[in-house]
């Protein structure tokens, strides 16, 4: 499905010369592009000072990456089997100097427009494998932990990738499938045909392959079944209650579907131990959310895995 973000410039009665209300148009549609997209944003003064805002974001975001400012969290994610600790979602967070501790939505999209997603993209796997082959030498659970990356559009269509992704599975040691990457369905559907090559060579190197987000998006399920996903997280919308009450029949039939695809699923946004009751029933396999915990550093959750089970949220 194709979408377009579109910027206007209005001329008034003032003269302008051209370039400048082109400068104000592209403006607008970046603004257009930040906002969500496939919308059209009329030009406004205030976007100049956003601009200038930005450009000191993305000169920070440059010097962040080269002094390490950039940390990892990891968010649990629980086996409602028995409630113990399966794996984690590793997520970016940027400790700023003067905005303090700012999450991936402050910052994700400047490094994305500015070609910098790559070398964080890159970075998240280094450390995250390197995290993960700690704690499967230490912890002696029943099944290897996983941990899961978020993979942007622009690592997807680089085929450095598969390099990138050769050399960090060989040098960490993991077991296989247990690096997991995560994509969205937006994302693989920008370009399916692109996608399904690169994903069937990133299983073939011993990756795992999740789909993020799954019901947010509107991927056709003819071209689901191509993609050699491992596991689906259904997306929040469809785990918090309702007050129709159709929650279960939606989530059983998307977990049937995803069993018949010879996948496993976990639940974001799961928040009580209802929740994980309900879930469990229902034949999902994993929770994540306020049930498991929220995201942690890398200290916090080597003592989670001490202590094995998770405490759930009444």
């Not at 129709?244 to 018949?260: E, F, T, V």
């Not at 994540?288 to 916090?300: C, I, L, N, R, W």
Request: proline residues 4%; glycine residues 6%.
């Amino acid at each position: 499905m194709l979408t377009a973000s579109i910027g206007l410039a209005l001329a008034d009665s003032q003269p302008h010369r051209t370039e400048d209300v082109l400068k104000d148009a592209e403006l607008a549609m970046y603004h257009a592009k930040r906002i969500g997209g496939d919308r059209i944003e009329v030009f406004k003064p205030a976007m100049r000072a956003r601009k200038t805002d930005r450009l000191t974001l993305e000169a920070d975001l440059r010097r962040a990456l080269e002094r390490e400012e950039i940390t990892i969290l990891y968010q649990p994610i629980m086996r409602l089997e028995d409630r113990a600790v399966a794996g984690f979602e590793a997520v970016a967070r940027w400790d700023h100097p003067k905005m303090g501790r700012m999450s991936p939505s402050d910052f994700i999209s400047t490094a994305e427009e500015i070609g910098l997603i790559v070398e964080l993209g890159l970075f998240m796997l280094e450390r995250t494998a390197r995290q993960l082959s700690v704690w499967q030498r230490a912890a002696r659970t029943r099944e290897p932990l996983f941990a899961s990356v978020n993979i942007s559009s622009r690592q997807l269509l680089r085929h450095d990738l598969i390099h990138d992704l050769r050399t960090v599975l060989a040098r960490s040691g993991l077991a296989r499938g247990t690096l997991k990457l995560e994509l969205t369905e937006s994302l693989v559907m920008e370009n399916p045909e692109h996608a399904a090559q690169m994903l069937h060579r990133i299983r073939e190197l011993g990756a795992g392959l999740a789909l993020d987000d799954f019901g947010s998006g509107h991927s056709s399920l003819a071209y689901l079944q191509r993609f050699p996903f491992d596991t689906i997280k259904i997306d929040q919308s469809f785990v918090r209650p309702t007050s129709k009450g159709k929650r279960p029949i939606i989530l059983r039939s998307i977990i049937a579907l995803a069993h018949d695809l010879g996948m496993q699923v976990v639940a974001e946004g799961a928040e009580t131990d209802s929740d994980a009751v309900e879930l469990y029933q229902l034949g999902c396999e994993y929770a994540q959310g306020f049930v498991s915990g929220e995201p942690m550093s890398a200290d916090a959750a080597r003592d989670l895995l001490a202590g094995k089970r998770l405490a759930v949220a009444r």
